[in-house]
């Protein structure tokens, strides 16, 4: 079982950045893709940015250009950083691991990120 933390959401001005963490019990290398959802309050769950084995990085239209998935292989950890934010982008973040050969799936407790006009 491998169990996803994250850090680094928070309170926020438009226009600020934060860089969110999500760190993994064990290794992030066999993972078929590493993922970051948001959702926004009375809102569905959506997925942000999705990178493959790989290397292959999508982004959400909303999000492209502002935001930046990156992964440390040393470290068992992946990243987003989010540069521009506005208050659309104010939601719960969560990180999402994924194993297509076992189809299973692992998600982070999930982080809050405020963005204020």
């Known amino acids: 079982q491998v169990q996803l933390v994250e850090s680094g959401g928070g309170l926020v001005q438009a226009g600020g950045s934060l860089r969110l963490s999500c760190a993994a019990s064990g290794s992030i290398v066999s993972f078929s893709s590493l993922n970051w959802y948001r959702q926004a309050p009375g809102k569905q769950r959506e997925l942000v940015t999705s990178s493959s084995s790989t290397g292959r990085t999508t982004y959400a239209d909303s999000v492209k250009g502002r935001f930046t998935a990156s992964r440390d292989g040393a470290k068992n950890t992946m990243y987003l950083q989010m540069d521009n934010l506005n208050p659309e982008d104010t939601g719960v973040y969560y990180c999402?691991?994924?194993?297509?050969?076992?189809?299973?799936?692992?998600w982070g407790q999930g982080t809050q990120v405020t963005v204020s006009a």
């Open positions: 999402n691991a994924f194993v297509a050969a076992r189809n299973v799936e692992f």
